[in-house]
């Protein structure tokens, strides 16, 4: 007989954070405040996507202050979301309003000195953007003084929360594929930049941190330098998951595939995370069929599933969806496929010895 179940409101009522935080933005431009203009009228970018409003529209947090050292984009950043608590000095606003949470969404060259900042200025959980920051040297950084600290930090490699990859992750735990064999990303994105959401969500997916990876660059020029780029490249994780990067995708605007294979079936994304499929195997004649996916009852942006997660990790006293650990990795990978590069191609074992190291 099966089970009832339950109220749709007490459903959703567990989902959400136990308390109530207050929460700030460092970074008042595009991603803390006005990336949602580019994605009117493009459903597949569920608003919002800025952290400003994601933090309103969260429950569980307050936004009650931002810094940035550009006044007028504080001015439009109080003129958007009716937040009167706001300072050139990210410091000053920590000592004056005290938030729990802080979304660091700052350019990638100062973001190490700010996350480190907020850390040692006793702050309990950091949401810093992506790129996690420019070296691996900063990174490793960036998360000793969290460590040290006991400050919860969190990479906003938002699709790490969204509830279609978290069904998705639920299903492969649940046997619909099988064992989950490899990963492949068809993507004309740069590596460090959009691709941090890739290998995120690779190293989520996977279980396990990355071991090794070749790669193989799009530009010759590129590869000479330091800025972020374009590259193909095998990544192999320690639990025997394979993953594989296609910079060669399709460049009309929807071509950021992702597909995970497992030994009966695979799951695939496509249209930039608009469009999800379950394929197993018939169990009569062993041809693949097409299975529904399982749409998530509760759709909602990605950035909000994200604020609140940091909230939950906040009372959980651990981050396990997208620590700095996997921001690190993910940077770590885009580096390391370069140099394997630059050495003729061949395989590069991680972590990468020269911390110096950095890209973009």
């Not at 179940?5 to 700030?24: C, M, N």
């Not at 740069?190 to 279980?207: V, W």
């Not at 497992?262 to 695939?268: A, K, L, N, P, T």
Request: glycine share 10%; charged share 25%.
């Amino acid at each position: 007989m099966a089970q009832p179940l339950g109220k749709a409101y007490e459903q959703v009522a567990a989902t959400q954070p136990r308390g109530t935080y207050r929460g700030a933005v460092v970074g008042c431009g595009r991603m803390g405040s006005t990336i949602d203009d580019e994605h009117i009228g493009m459903p597949h970018y569920p608003w919002p996507w800025a952290h400003a409003p994601a933090m309103i529209e969260a429950r569980g947090i307050e936004l009650i202050g931002a810094a940035d050292v550009d006044r007028a984009k504080l001015d439009d950043f109080a003129q958007r979301w009716g937040v009167d608590a706001l300072y050139e000095d990210y410091r000053e606003l920590v000592a004056q309003e005290q938030p729990d949470v802080v979304a660091v969404t700052t350019r990638p060259d100062e973001r190490a000195e700010v996350v480190i900042g907020l850390a040692e200025a006793g702050v309990r959980a950091i949401f810093a953007t992506k790129p996690m920051c420019r070296t691996l040297a900063e990174a490793d950084a960036m998360i000793a003084a969290c460590k040290a600290s006991g400050t919860i930090l969190s990479i906003a490699c938002h699709l790490n929360w969204y509830n279609w990859y978290t069904n998705a992750r639920q299903a492969i735990a649940d046997g619909a594929i099988g064992r989950l064999r490899s990963m492949v990303c068809h993507s004309p994105h740069t590596l460090s930049n959009l691709q941090s959401h890739t290998l995120a969500l690779f190293r989520l997916f996977a279980g396990a941190p990355a071991e090794w990876v070749m790669g193989e660059m799009d530009d010759e020029e590129q590869a000479a330098a330091e800025r972020d780029l374009s590259g193909s490249g095998y990544i192999a994780y320690a639990n025997g998951v394979r993953g594989f990067l296609n910079s060669r995708a399709d460049r009309s605007g929807h071509g950021w595939t992702l597909e995970f294979i497992g030994e009966r079936g695979m799951i695939v994304s496509r249209n930039a995370h608009a469009q999800f499929e379950l394929w197993g195997t018939h169990p009569e004649t062993g041809e693949p069929i097409q299975r529904q996916f399982p749409n998530p009852w509760h759709p909602r942006s990605s950035m909000v599933d994200a604020i609140e997660g940091v909230c939950r990790a906040l009372e959980e006293g651990e981050e396990r969806i997208c620590p700095g650990e996997f921001g690190r990795e993910a940077l770590e990978i885009a580096i390391g496929l370069r140099e394997s590069h630059r050495q003729g191609n061949g395989r590069v074992d991680l972590p990468l010895a020269d911390r110096a190291l950095r890209m973009g």
